[in-house]
């Protein structure tokens, strides 16, 4: 029944290690993204795909490399991890129209992220 | 480029009291408006939203009107629960380069509700 579900809710890992982040929509949405949410709470949009094409790619470290191998998948691959990386990571997802722009978002439950 | 400002938390009201969270929000075109709601340990979660001018939005007890001669969306509930205890998120859409929809979160208010 999970919209947007995200895995793991936790990962605890070492600097310099490479780690992904795996995402999944079943509502039918064809725009998903990643979000990234600090200790503040505060909410960066990090990329979006829509139909598998990148759309939005923000100033993000090109450590950090999205992939979607469909429309309902969006992964999130991090290198050589640092500790300002430790946050929480957002999986959403929205319906496109080139009509409107109020489509909500739906997000998963997130990936607590800790580099030790 | 596009802004949203929030009022700064956290909020603490006793049960039953009158809330505003103020949202002030920055926009070169017309936008549509959201609040969304994190309960502790999950997601972002849509409570209501506004596409044009004057619209209101409702759900779950809580409004919020659009406002474009103030450039507001300030969200309010006449008597606040316990379980209302949660970061809120002020966000706005709008069209982004190539046409797509982008969204721009506010900084999130956190409100406690005590018995």
């Known amino acids: 029944d999970t919209a947007v579900s995200q895995t793991p809710k936790y990962l605890v890992t070492q600097m310099g290690n490479d780690k992904s982040i795996k995402c999944e929509q079943n509502l039918g949405h064809d725009t998903m993204y990643w979000y990234k949410q600090d200790s503040k709470k505060f909410l960066k949009i990090m990329f979006s795909y829509n139909n598998k094409e990148l759309i939005i790619n923000e100033t993000v470290p090109n450590r950090f490399s999205p992939k979607s191998p469909d429309k309902a998948h969006l992964n999130l691959h991090i290198n050589s991890l640092e500790l300002g990386d430790s946050a929480v990571y957002f999986c959403a997802s929205s319906h496109f129209s080139m009509k409107r722009i109020n489509s909500p978002l739906h997000f998963g439950n997130g990936t607590r992220l800790t580099v030790t | 480029g596009n802004s949203v400002t929030q009022m700064e938390g956290p909020v603490t009201l006793s049960e039953e009291a009158f809330l505003t969270i103020n949202c002030t929000y920055t926009a070169t075109g017309y936008p549509s408006l959201f609040w969304y709601v994190q309960y502790p340990g999950e997601g972002l979660q849509l409570l209501l939203k506004?596409?044009?001018?004057?619209d209101k939005g409702s759900n779950k007890g809580f409004e919020a009107t659009y406002r474009k001669e103030t450039t507001s969306f300030h969200l309010e509930k006449g008597s606040v629960q316990v379980s209302d205890s949660a970061v809120y998120f002020c966000a706005l859409s709008d069209r982004g380069s190539g046409g797509y929809q982008k969204v721009t979160f506010g900084t999130g208010t956190k409100l406690q509700v005590i018995p």
């Open positions: 506004a596409t044009k001018a004057d």
